[in-house]
């Protein structure tokens, strides 16, 4: 059914919009990323780069962006991997057994989530000091798990309590004990949740700032953020490079998207049961 | 072989108990139809016995083995769901293979079972296929597979029909009757249509409220129900109920419900007079005949209320002392709606239910 051509003008206004909106930034830093430090600094600002590649040359080699970058991906799939792996059973449990109050925890799961980074900030340091975490990487993975787990854990009870639970009792008359009927029935089917939650773990701790400058001082550690934020030097703000190492930042992202969207599809579960 | 038993079987989910002291026993290879309205616990019973749900208490043996601290896994069944609960990430193939797998059957073995099943099930042209590319009866063939392939002890169906047309309903249960003929596997059966239990079962199980309220074969069950609820359940269009009090007395029973009254003797010898005023004469529709009958009978006169051509039967609802009846004849094109009718009843066919008891009487006129 197609709607009336106002109504479809009006959703294509809306979306160029919003698209244009949330990629003005990015555009902005592509094309400066590719203009040379005349071009950045010329007044009045030109628009169009002549396509120099100088800046990323001088992010990766001077500013050492493969470092930053290489710390980015441990901490990013560590914070993914332990985060999944603890979130995965307990979504399920919080989905799948009787249990008094689990209102209760689930909504307190979204309560933690949404606590405000500064009121953790303090004590969290006070505990990777004491425990000696501080300018680590395991000691940056332990806040982004406990931070992501509660987004991680909804996302997935969401996805396990929509599966039919016959499938799950199949399995077991089937000859399944309860984990082999989670890995082998239940996990390939909250495929398309586990991928949206691991995403969305990823992405946080790729582009996390504040516990990452809190943390890490020592430049060798430091994530991608941290060092690109750095990246000034005594007299002057390197505009192009900046721009640069952030689309470099950000093109894993897009891949890693891309990528998973082929495996996130919706419906695979249409079927198991009637309908 | 297997057979099974169950013990004084009670489950409650909080303070509700949902069954109530169920005891059964099944031979091997017997067809047992767990039967009752909705909500009276049939699931659960076989969920149970399955597994997949811990009693409250009471006792499951299969086949001389108590299976209460088992898992599923281990109890040697196999179930099919009402929603047939087929594994949608696999093939149908991987679906029938997967219990095999589980229980790490050699290569051979697993395309053997499967190539046996799909011929009996008539699948093969689905093995390739997803569920989701299966309608609701070839679904319904998976998911029967699937339990076939493992060759359980013991077969347990929860509904598998009532997601199907009615069409396919009814040669589903002719397969499912010659499948059982074919493997000889015990098997439990549970529904709520009764003509399902009637054709499937040998033993049926009459259920509500968690209670059993018969056991027996389906002609057993059809005619001695033990009590009205039973008599009521089964048959289609049902047994005629009137309720009313009942006076025995001697070798007389007097039945009163207002206009209706009704005396009449029988073999045994009541020592004590019983009075009720919660008697119930039951009529199967097909028992009132519309043409005089040799063997003792009772009169009914009235009128014709509604005819129902059913083209190979009528139903004809008449009114006789008040009192609604329906009958199950042959057809007869020359009855009208108000006409005046005589029907008759064979005494032998009446049944007699005293404070929601039958009452085992061979009734004959005074
Ligand atoms: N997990 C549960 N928690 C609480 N009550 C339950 C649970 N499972 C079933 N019941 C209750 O137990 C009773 C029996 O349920 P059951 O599913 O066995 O009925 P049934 O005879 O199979 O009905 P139907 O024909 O509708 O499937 C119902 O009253 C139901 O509400
Ligand atoms: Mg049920």
Redesign the pocket.
Known sequence: MTKPLPERLMLLVGIVFAVLGSLLPFIWFVLTSLKSQIQVEAIPPTWWPDGSLEFYYSALFDHELFNYIWNSVIVASATTIIALVIATPAAYALARI?LAGKVWVLGGLLCVAMFPQIVIAGPVWQILERIGGLNTHWGLVLPYVTLTLPLAVWILATFFKELPVELEEAAQIDGCTTWQALYKVMLPLAAPGIFTAAILTFIYAWNEFFFALLILTDPAKQTLPVGIALFQGEFTMPWGEIAAASVLATLPLILLVLLFQRGIISGLSSGAVKG | MAGFTLTQLCKS??H?M?LNEISLEASDGEFVVLL??????????L?IIAGLEAQSSGSVNIGNRVVDSLPPRDRDIAMVF?QYALYPHLTVRENLAFGLKMRKESTAVIEKRIGDAAELLEIHELLDRKPKELSGGQRQRVAMGRAIVRKPKLFLF??PLSNLDARLRASMRVELKKLHQRLGVTMVY?T?DQIEAMTLGEKIVV?DQ?HILQIGTPDQIYHHPINPFVAAFIGNPPMNLIEGSVHLEGQYLEFHAGDFALRLETHAHIETAIHSDSAVLGIRPEDIKLDIPSEPHLTLSGFIDVVENLGGDHIVYLISQEQHLTARTTPNSRRRAEDPITAYVPLQKLHVFVNQVRIPLELYYH
Do not use: A, I, N, W
């Open positions: 009787r | 989910f909080g509700t949902v009752g309205p909705s909500g009276c616990g049939k699931s659960t019973l969920r009402q929860d509904e549970v709520h259920m968690g």
